[in-house]
């Protein structure tokens, strides 16, 4: 029986709901856009969305495309170089959330959007680190969105593109790094969290109609259950609606032919 | 003062084999154009810097115009890879092409440092990434003040850095408006020569704050009047970004005949 | 969101005996209102920071709230000396004044970098000049790429920055524009408070362009509404710079008795 | 019998003849202001004045009284933050021309704004470096404009600000600083170039009415006077009524109770 949601609505429906008004997030296209600005326009109207093109404060009627749309523009409270974004907003540690998507995440949440393969000789040339290496460093806490199989949850990434607990327990910190790091990892079977102590990512919740045995297949490594392991709240009409919305609106918006205007100079 | 000059004779005069060339904007304001004309006049052996290659150095590099790649993000976006790019890293076509990889922030900072005349960048930065270790143009170092060990990139300076601007005015004074990404620093890190090309040249550039992003034209070697010389990315106030053609762009570039076919039509053929 | 509040509550709040501040302004927006209720307050033993101390921290010096400056140029600009500054520093009076002293670019690479969250600013300076024997905290270190000796400096860390600008909108984001000086990073390189002065709070910010001068509000802790809060010196937009009065200062402040008279009278004895 | 101008115009007539069309000058308040506009209204209209406030390509109608007037900004190309200002312009050797004064100044150029005396104990403190440090390092050439005396033109300087050429010879190279240094000093009594080799201030010319003599005892080393030493060309009376217009314009402006409207924002 179908549950009345895709398995993508799922994904964002959760990622917004982790979301609040204090937050200010460092935003990416696809998914993590999505989460964001579905939170803005349910239970978090004052989230201050980022997003590394330079634009601070924007509240997109639609889904940008690229994370440099004129509409990020149009309707940020203002947009900054890049070099500024990256030196006095990231790096300063004024980013309570940074979202970021992984073609390989391994068991301590370190992230490889580099090779598949060896680094001079891949088997698949990926698009690389862009922001993610300092997102990952310096937001408060990073949420990894990503669809869950057995070859993108990995036992050790080919390659470290950014670092998430290294090989666990006390590797963050004693980089010298004071931010969190991957608290969540968003996927279309459940949740899952770091231990707290050994940093392993473990299984918090699996989303509704999910068995473990479909995240054991899924997963590269032998993967733990949390003691207290839920069912992930399923998203509500309410949640929906407004996601559909907003995605109806951004699939016209760029449609084929239709311009919308940049605004008069 | 820079020379108002054509777009074809702003390349023919500042761009040359071998040279190390930045063509910057963030999703906005990307010179195509400038980029096209460079395949055009067949340039060979370039080492080309951009923190997000796009379909301009896809194209470019599968022209076969370069030798070396300094980037940090390389992905068609929104859409998926760079297939050209691709190609040169997996395969060697058309040529083998040589990468240099960092991370945004490293870039960004670099070419900041490259406007500021220094010779190094120092940031927070790679921490636990295997970027450093193959890319040798990471080091680290510590602060003298409370021992933090930073991460420190040599400052970008390329020969020629070529951006795309909403105007100039006679002067040839440049106004950048909206997601200004990192021309302004681009253009001051060039060491031999800025080309500028803009939607328009202007009696009055109409810069709408005492703050406005403005590249003095003293500052610029040569501007040439390009109107929708970012497309199929766009200019604030001009035009939006042609999305289609960006998702278009991977089935075309997928495939070697197919992309030397659209090069050969849209391009090779196309008038400057 | 920012306390929306009164300049008395605002300083009560968030300035303590003890604390490093910084109040900036270059020139332009420099925060007098604050600067009196600081004095006002009778707060003590500060760090103050500030690149051209100008007369509002000739006045506070005077007013004997001040034990250390950390500064680079310390005039009263086109007129002469800061004589409470120069009284302090030659014979202690009312008490004695530590000084820290740099040049501008060295205190404006501090200042972004306190900005950008790095605890070194790394620029080329001081090259030949004896401000690094007198200072300890000046250093040098080598570019690990080209061996090039850099000037280092610790980033500027107050406890609290207080500035004035033109307007804050009612969510508190916050307006600078025109010489908009080292505000930004002032701002944003604070510890523990930044408190903002403001001609006006307005629905509407009215920000010119795309790319203007803003502190969203998420990043300022206390706005209060103080008109003509940057007089003497000017508020573009608003007021112009009364000249008079920062020759008229020469005369005031070269005299300890006259200086306390005019405190009480303008001062101590005024409203904020 | 009277010149016809005054000491203080031969200085500012002086130093606008150095310039061009082509150059891009830091420029400070007081004299250097006066010369840098009398240049861009005469023979330079090209001419780019920087004010360290942030304001680039500024053509004020009025001189500014301090280096942050909104006169500097309402009339500039554009204006930026002071740390770009330092970063971009500055310190990468965008600019052609800086002008400094000095409280002192030594046989080798160096410049001393900071203290007469010890520098713990000063006899007086003086304002301090502010940009000259950095200005006499980074601009192509620097010209300095003080009036000559023998307490301001000394031996050795108490306290060396800003560098010029250290003990002489290749101090200056060797420190690493690849431009020129003070090329140009303009008194009031003559102009003083440094000796191509030695690097000593050497007496170039005369102004009209000056002799060797006075310029001995006004200067507080054994002073030389180069081989071909000439008169300064005195103003000429275009130049003047140029000049006595602009200073005119700026008392009137700057008279109190005079309010000069802020435009509207």
Known sequence: MSPGYTSEEMMVVTAARQLSSDDTCFVGIGTPSAACNLARLTHSPGITLIYESGTIGTRPDVLPLSIGDGELCETALTTVSVPEMFQYWLQAGRISIGFLGAAQIDRFANINTTVIGGYHRPEVRLPGGGGAPEIASFCEEIFVIMPHSPRAMVPEVDFVTSFGFGSGGSDRADLGLVTQGPTLVITDLCLMRPDPETKELTVASLHPGVDREQVRESTGWGVAFGADLGETPPPEQGELEVLRDLMERTAKAHAPGHGREGEGS | MPAMTSLREAIATHVHDGDTVCMEGFTHLIPFAAGHEVIRQGRRDLTLIRMTPDLIYDQLIGAGCVARLVFS?????????????????????????????????AMANAYWAGAAGLPVALFRGYLGSDLPAVNESIRFLDDPFTGERLAAVPAIRPDVTVIHAQRADREGNVLIEGIVGVQKEAALAARRAVVVTVEEIVDDLRAPSHNSVILPSWSVDAIAEAPGGAAPSYAHGYYTRDNAFYTEWDAISRDRERFRQWLEDEVLGAPP
């Open chain 2, 73 to 105: 993000w390389g992905g068609n976006p929104g859409v998926g890879s760079l297939h050209r790019l691709r190609d040169a890293v997996e395969n060697g076509w058309p040529r083998a092409l040589e990468i240099e990889e960092h991370s945004h922030a």
